[in-house]
């Protein structure tokens, strides 16, 4: 089963910073089926990004989403104070595959 | 606008069974091609997906919870269910569902499993 590894875990930065996660996974994903949400506490996940690089509706354009095959990256340019959050990167396909990255917890410094 | 709504008891003793629905408003569940998804979270901790119903009954099911695992879809009452059997401690965890490609949410119930 594909598994997905986000590092690093924890990204300690200051309001204004851009902050690059990175979301690997252990076979190759169409970038079709990659995702990228958001998940700040006592909230459920929000939608970020489909097909890797298509912003879902409402998500300002300073979130931005790259990458192919086993490598994904997510950038914040100019981290609002909205931003810090945990951030999950997932696959959805083919079918069956369905699975969650470890998750990225973005934190002020 | 399409709603989830997630409803069932909050309190399970081990050893039963964990039964949960998903209320779907705002658009019909029976699209085709699309799925219908159950995750949890335990506290403080990562989303794992437990699996997905397609409207024609189909399922998926992680493998590490599949012997324990049943879902059900009612087309006509707009909604889908969740059952987990023998459950323990290690099943306490906000329980999601949500609509397939992510974009439609409930907001989670905390089911807690203790005597």
């Known amino acids: 089963e594909s598994v997905l590894t986000q590092s690093p875990g924890t990204l300690s930065l200051s309001p204004g910073e851009s902050a690059t996660l990175s979301c690997r996974a252990s076979e190759s994903v169409s970038i079709t089926y990659l995702a990228w949400y958001q998940q700040k506490p006592g909230q459920a996940p929000r939608l970020l990004f489909h097909g890797a690089s298509s912003r879902a509706t409402g998500i300002p354009d300073r979130f931005s989403g790259s990458g192919s095959g086993t490598d994904f990256t997510l950038t914040i340019s100019r981290l609002e104070p909205e931003d810090f959050a945990v951030y999950y990167c997932?696959?959805?396909?083919?079918?069956?595959?369905?699975?969650f990255g470890g998750g990225t917890k973005v934190e002020i410094k | 606008q399409v709603q989830l709504q997630e409803s069932g008891p909050r309190l399970v003793k081990p050893s039963q069974t964990l039964s949960l629905t998903c209320a779907v408003s705002?658009?019909?569940?029976?699209?085709?091609?699309?799925?219908w998804t159950w995750i949890r979270q335990p506290p403080g901790k990562g989303l794992e997906v437990i699996g997905y119903i397609y409207s024609s009954g189909s399922t998926y099911c992680t493998p590490s919870l599949k012997s324990r695992v049943s879902m059900s879809i009612d087309t006509s009452k707009n909604q889908f269910s969740l059952k987990v059997t023998s459950v323990t401690a290690a099943d306490t965890a906000v329980y999601y569902c949500a609509r397939a490609k992510g974009d439609f949410w409930g907001q989670g119930i905390l089911v807690t499993v203790s005597s």
């Open positions: 705002g658009g019909s569940i029976n699209i085709g091609g699309y799925y």
């Open positions: 997932q696959q959805f396909g083919p079918s069956p595959r369905i699975t």
